[in-house]
């Protein structure tokens, strides 16, 4: 078993790009013992009933019926319905940024230092999972200094009598640390994130960015108007919903990240925060406005939902598989284009594995044969005969090919040949090869 902890998956993309050395460490273990698909969607639906059960215990103040309206409204969303048959990073996210927060519920109650220990485990954890939760805690951070300085625990005085206030508020402290330890080894992994390949790959405009988010935004909106019109609602709370709606600020217009096209309208980037938000909607109190907020988001998430169904690539990597079933007995050469989107970098092993796994058993009964092309980033181990790589292309041959992909990205194996386009959608060309040498 532990020799096989190689099939896991990596936890960086690379040094140039991402920060995040814990991420998907459970799946590393979890492929070590077994890649049985019905264990993995197992595995993914209890991860997914711990954050939810996580939710319900946070929100305590909050009536269980409501409760239980919300969770099943955050369970539709956009953001978490079309993630949940993957093993997406932001469950376990939620789930340490939750855990992490309840330790420091229960340190205003019994101010034990086990639990600041606790919420410092879980805060450094989901920092080291994802940068976008090193967001969340700067800018709880800095609500929680707000805090103090409205409340008077800081003022000038406090920096002549440092361990006098590091005593009184151990906390913020030791999170400010380990904020700051956090940010210097990203400074020295990642260098500059304006340069950063990943950032600028899922960029957009402001436009873009309202048109993609506009529920969320919307959201956001009326979840801070129900919490802050209650005075019942603690400033714990409030100060945790703020710094979310901040993250959410940094990530929609400072960092301006959208999805990749192929996971189109799905705004897994606020995952976290908007569950959170969301939750906000439990505060308001008379029964008709709550049910009129709910019954409205649930219009607005099934009309997304639909939106996102009719774009998303999985349809229309179903119109190239049923082209493909036509065929018989010639090759499909895949581009190092097509590779590339499933990847998310050019010819990531596991990705270009499971593309040709997909179509693997229809294929075989037209003989139709899977070709990758060589590249030095692409090293396929021993055991991996049964993916083929180009040795020659020949006249009928088929070139699969991701529509609008750079330049950079499409190999000159496949564009240095006469060909014809037999096939088109909206995000694949398939050409067939005309002539050859």
Same mark, same amino acid.
């Given at each position: 078993?532990?020799?096989?902890?190689?099939?896991?998956?990596?936890?960086?993309?690379?040094?140039?790009?991402?920060?995040?050395? @814990?991420?998907?460490?459970?799946?590393?273990?979890?492929?070590?013992?077994?890649?049985?698909?019905?264990?993995?969607?197992?595995?993914?639906?209890?991860?997914?009933?711990?954050?939810?059960?996580?939710l319900y215990k946070f929100f305590d103040f909050i009536k269980p019926q409501?409760?239980?309206?919300?969770?099943?409204?955050?369970?539709?969303?956009?953001?978490?319905?079309?993630?949940?048959?993957?093993?997406?990073?932001?469950?376990?996210?939620?789930?340490?940024?939750?855990?992490?927060?309840?330790?420091?519920?229960?340190?205003?109650?019994?101010?034990?230092?086990?639990?600041?220990?606790?919420?410092?485990?879980?805060?450094?954890?989901?920092?080291?999972?994802?940068?976008?939760?090193?967001?969340?805690?700067?800018?709880?951070?800095?609500?929680?200094? @707000?805090?103090?300085?409205?409340?008077?625990?800081?003022?000038?005085?406090?920096?002549?009598?440092?361990?006098?206030?590091?005593?009184?508020?151990?906390?913020?402290?030791?999170?400010?640390?380990?904020?700051?330890?956090?940010?210097?080894?990203?400074?020295?992994?990642?260098?500059?994130?304006?340069?950063?390949?990943?950032?600028?790959?899922?960029?957009?405009?402001?436009?873009?960015?309202?048109?993609? =988010?506009?529920?969320?935004?919307?959201?956001?909106?009326?979840? @801070?108007?129900?919490?802050?019109?209650?005075?019942?609602?603690?400033?714990?709370?409030?100060?945790?919903?703020?710094?979310?709606?901040?993250?959410?600020?940094f990530i929609l217009f400072i960092l301006r990240l959208i999805s990749v096209?192929?996971?189109?309208?799905?705004?897994?980037?606020?995952?976290?925060?908007?569950?959170?938000?969301?939750?906000?909607?439990?505060?308001?109190?008379?029964?008709?406005?709550?049910?009129?907020?709910?019954?409205?988001?649930?219009?607005?998430?099934?009309?997304?939902?639909?939106?996102?169904?009719?774009?998303?690539?999985?349809?229309?990597?179903?119109?190239?598989?049923?082209?493909?079933?036509?065929?018989?007995?010639?090759?499909?050469?895949?581009?190092?284009?097509?590779?590339?989107?499933?990847?998310?970098?050019?010819?990531?092993?596991? =990705?270009?594995?499971?593309?040709?796994?997909?179509?693997?058993?229809?294929?075989?009964k037209q003989n139709v044969k899977i070709k990758f092309e060589p590249s030095?980033?692409?090293?396929?181990?021993?055991?991996?005969?049964?993916?083929? @790589?180009?040795?020659?292309?020949?006249?009928?041959?088929?070139?699969?090919?991701?529509?609008?992909?750079?330049?950079?990205?499409?190999?000159?194996?496949?564009?240095?040949?006469?060909?014809?386009?037999?096939?088109?959608?909206?995000?694949?060309?398939?050409?067939?090869?005309?002539?050859?040498?």
């Amino acid at each position: 078993m532990f020799f096989s902890f190689g099939q896991g998956t990596w936890q960086q993309y690379g040094f140039e790009r991402r920060f995040n050395p @814990l991420v998907f460490l459970d799946l590393t273990f979890l492929f070590g013992i077994t890649h049985h698909p019905v264990v993995l969607n197992f595995y993914i639906l209890c991860v997914h009933a711990l954050e939810l059960w996580l939710l319900y215990k946070f929100f305590d103040f909050i009536k269980p019926q409501k409760r239980l309206i919300l969770l099943g409204l955050f369970s539709v969303l956009p953001s978490t319905l079309w993630t949940l048959p993957i093993n997406f990073t932001e469950r376990w996210m939620l789930i340490e940024i939750l855990l992490s927060l309840l330790c420091f519920k229960n340190f205003l109650k019994t101010h034990r230092f086990q639990s600041v220990l606790g919420f410092l485990f879980w805060a450094n954890v989901a920092c080291y999972v994802k940068e976008t939760c090193f967001l969340f805690y700067v800018m709880l951070f800095i609500c929680l200094i @707000l805090w103090r300085i409205y409340q008077n625990d800081i003022v000038l005085a406090s920096f002549l009598h440092p361990v006098r206030s590091i005593q009184k508020m151990p906390l913020e402290f030791l999170l400010g640390l380990s904020l700051l330890f956090w940010f210097i080894q990203y400074i020295f992994v990642c260098l500059d994130f304006t340069t950063n390949s990943y950032l600028l790959d899922r960029q957009a405009n402001f436009l873009e960015i309202i048109c993609l =988010y506009k529920f969320e935004l919307t959201l956001t909106v009326i979840s @801070l108007f129900c919490v802050f019109s209650q005075k019942e609602v603690s400033l714990f709370n409030k100060l945790i919903l703020m710094a979310h709606v901040l993250s959410v600020f940094f990530i929609l217009f400072i960092l301006r990240l959208i999805s990749v096209d192929y996971m189109y309208g799905i705004t897994y980037y606020v995952y976290v925060p908007i569950a959170f938000i969301l939750m906000g909607l439990g505060c308001v109190k008379k029964n008709f406005v709550f049910y009129f907020w709910i019954s409205l988001s649930l219009f607005a998430v099934l009309l997304i939902n639909k939106e996102i169904f009719k774009h998303h690539q999985g349809q229309f990597n179903l119109e190239m598989s049923e082209f493909v079933k036509k065929l018989h007995d010639t090759n499909l050469i895949v581009d190092s284009s097509a590779s590339y989107v499933l990847g998310g970098r050019k010819f990531e092993l596991a =990705y270009v594995k499971a593309f040709y796994r997909a179509f693997q058993n229809d294929f075989l009964k037209q003989n139709v044969k899977i070709k990758f092309e060589p590249s030095d980033d692409f090293l396929f181990p021993e055991e991996e005969d049964d993916l083929i @790589l180009i040795d020659k292309v020949e006249k009928g041959d088929y070139v699969l090919i991701k529509k609008n992909a750079q330049e950079k990205v499409v190999s000159d194996i496949t564009v240095s040949y006469p060909r014809q386009k037999v096939f088109e959608n909206k995000f694949y060309l398939i050409y067939q090869i005309t002539g050859a040498e």
